[in-house]
Nanobody, 118 residues
Framework: QVQLVESGGGLVQPGGSLTLSCAAS????????MSWYRQAPGKESDLVAA????????NYADSVKGRFTISRDNAKKTVYLQMNSLKPEDTAVYYC???????????WGQGTQVTVSS
């Protein structure tokens, strides 16, 4: 059974930090690129950050460059999103995505709410 379970969301003040985790199970984690997406109320889902299956390359949305860091631990089958200098506009539900590097396989987590507010 494939599962992606996000955790670490919550309420934080502007300028604060949070670290999101996404624990994977039920598939071969090391052959999947991993990404974080977010969806704010009334808006479409946007890519926040992505990391290749080996962790050798990362990609970030312009809005989070220099503030967010994506990383992964293939031994723990977990991907992380370190978020610093959070802004109210970062408020959204954050989703973890796994996409197989070759062939089919595209999975989503259930999402975790991040709210940035004073």
């Amino acid at each position: 059974q494939v599962q992606l379970v996000e955790s670490g969301g919550g309420l934080v003040q502007p300028g604060g930090s949070l670290t999101l985790s996404c624990a994977a199970s039920g598939f071969t984690f090391s052959v999947y690129d991993m990404s974080w997406y977010r969806q704010a109320p009334g808006k479409e889902s946007d890519l926040v950050a992505a990391i290749t299956n080996t962790g050798g390359r990362t990609n970030y949305a312009d809005s989070v460059k220099g503030r967010f860091t994506i990383s992964r631990d293939n031994a723990k089958k977990t991907v992380y999103l370190q978020m610093n200098s959070l802004k109210p506009e970062d408020t959204a539900v954050y989703y973890c995505n796994a996409r197989r590097i070759v062939g089919t396989g595209n999975y989503w987590g259930q999402g975790t709410q991040v709210t940035v507010s004073s």
